[in-house]
């Protein structure tokens, strides 16, 4: 599988016979480039939220869904064209700067074998089932800028407890992010030893099964430029 981080929470995973695309934003918002690239899926957290919903803007006539409404006020499963997607209802930071705690929706599904995991918007410390959501989870698409999405200590709280084999970072500060209102990647990277972290040196990387090991490690990406 070959994953793409184009900025925010928004990735492209080719896999072998399918291509995902995950939480597309508003380019002129947030400061990256726009996504030009089609896939067969494309994954939102919410419907509401210019940095995380923006499947209209994704070329090609893919198959579309807003997780939560997968999830519904709990947690639901459906078909999004090919894809099984599992999804659980979230809240945004309860003191977001738009003066509300929007739902959105984390989701999960398999590509090439490997359980997948993409942590929405999520701004809420996380209860019990939404921390056994990530049981068993091979790559997890972590959230790790901050407020206004989950805090650091309960982001690892949840890594703790699931312990998945591989997190891609996304949501964090880079030099393109315009709202400039999270934290930098190093923040996150000093909750892991220095043999556990490694850099892509670029927006792409690959990922087969048997890059997996029992030990949690972080793949860090680069946005697409």
């Known amino acids: 599988m070959r994953v793409t981080w184009f900025g925010q929470a928004a990735c492209k995973l080719q896999g072998d016979t399918l291509n995902v695309i995950t939480d597309p934003y508003t380019p002129d918002v947030l400061g990256y480039k726009a996504i030009e690239e089609t896939a067969d899926v494309v994954l939102t957290s919410s419907d509401d939220d210019d940095a995380h919903c923006r499947s209209d803007l994704i070329p090609g006539s893919p198959a579309i869904a807003n997780a939560l409404d997968i999830a519904g006020e709990g947690q639901g499963e459906g078909m999004v064209g090919p894809l099984k997607v599992r999804a659980i209802a979230a809240e945004e930071w309860e003191h977001h700067p738009r003066g509300v705690a929007n739902q959105n929706a984390m989701y999960r599904f398999e590509l090439d ?19 056994a959501f990530f049981e ?5 698409f972590a959230l790790t800028g901050g407020p206004p999405t989950i805090a650091l200590p309960d982001l690892m709280r949840m890594i703790h407890r699931t312990q998945p084999k591989l997190i891609i970072p996304i949501h964090f500060r880079t030099l393109a992010y315009r709202p400039a209102n999270i934290l930098w990647i190093e923040d996150f990277l000093r909750h892991f030893n220095d043999e556990d972290v490694e850099f892509a040196f670029g927006p792409h990387t690959k990922i087969t099964k048997q890059d997996l090991r029992p030990r949690t490690r972080v793949r860090v990406l680069d946005y697409l430029r």
């Open 113 to 131: 074998g490997m359980q997948i995991a993409h942590m929405g918007d999520v701004g809420n410390a996380l209860d019990e089932d939404q921390i």
């Open 136 to 140: 068993g989870v091979d790559i997890l």
